[in-house]
């Protein structure tokens, strides 16, 4: 059998509303999701046994073992199975920035569901493949699917967009980690927001869904901040590109994303920026 590569797409929160705690220990989050062409890549191949080597850009910076949502993600496939761990041998080429709020080891683990179930042809469709990727996170299932949606409750509760035009973007990441669980404990001190979904854009054209994005928030935003100050120096500088629409922090950080009216226009902005701060890891994209 031959190898099977899979895209593993950068996630984006295009804003997020994030309610207080709840019982379970989950917060509740209203957000529009979107993926961009740009990510890590998951090769999977047949072997005698289950197991994962990293490589890439940010390939050193990422634990390959037990607990790596890939592994724990095919384990989950294989007890839905009865057939216990798939025997592959998954090389993931870590291409993004980690703890960058960009989903990006659900994106991997997601990504390495679909390409073990073409390799060994296993019949099981993208929705169930989705109910196993719950095993890794609340990211797990609107990562598998990988397309733009609303997500809802602990974001699991997922409604896709197809309307969401193509967002020009710049992606950007100062080189700092940005933990999920330290910005929602700074989030729970000082918490004054709620998972409201806003009314979806009465315009889905592009200009009128940059004013509707305006208007929303990231409440992560200030607490992501208060923890590391790289993050606002990051906005800052985003803010400052020329023909920028809109600037904002995606997810729980640090990578903040700035949208332009072109793709040309992304593209000048993120090397223009690079040659600027060329220890920052910066990406132009189309958010979809």
């Known amino acids: 059998m031959a190898p099977v590569r899979i895209f593993a797409p950068a996630k984006v929160n295009l804003f997020l509303h994030v309610g207080p705690v709840a019982a379970d220990g989950y917060h509740p989050l209203a957000s529009l999701v979107a993926f961009a062409d740009v990510g890590d890549g998951v090769t999977v191949e047949p072997a005698r046994s289950l197991s994962l080597a990293v490589a890439g850009p940010f390939g050193s910076d990422l634990d390959g073992g037990g607990d790596n949502l890939i592994l724990k993600a095919l ?65 797990g299932p609107m990562c598998l699917h990988a397309r733009a949606a609303w997500a809802e409750d602990r974001g699991d509760r997922l409604t896709f967009e197809p309307r969401l035009p193509p967002l020009p973007a710049v992606l950007i990441n100062p080189g ?11 989030w729970d001190e000082v918490g004054a927001g709620g998972a409201d979904r806003p009314d979806s854009p009465a315009d889905w054209a592009f200009p009128a869904v940059i004013d509707w994005l305006a208007r929303q928030r990231n409440d992560l935003e200030a607490p992501a901040v208060a923890l590391q100050p790289a993050i606002a120096v990051t906005l800052s500088e985003a803010g400052r590109l020329p023909g920028v629409r809109l600037v904002r922090m995606s997810g729980s950080g640090a990578t903040v994303f700035a949208l332009f009216d072109t793709s040309t226009q992304a593209a000048e902005a993120a090397g223009r920026l690079t040659s600027a701060r060329p220890d920052w890891w910066v990406r132009s994209a189309i958010l979809r």
Do not use: C, E, H
Not at 84 to 95: M, N, R, Y
Not at 176 to 186: D, E, F, K, M, N
């Open 75 to 139: 384990r989950a496939l294989g007890q839905t199975t009865g057939a216990g761990d798939p025997p592959v041998s998954v090389t993931l080429d870590k291409q993004l920035p980690i703890a960058a709020g960009l989903g990006g080891g659900s994106s991997d683990a997601g990504a390495a569901l679909k390409a073990v179930r073409d390799l060994l042809d296993l019949p099981l469709n993208d929705d169930a493949l989705a109910d196993i990727a719950a095993a890794v996170g609340a990211d």
């Open 176 to 186: 700092v980690p940005s933990p999920t669980g330290a910005v929602y404990r700074a």
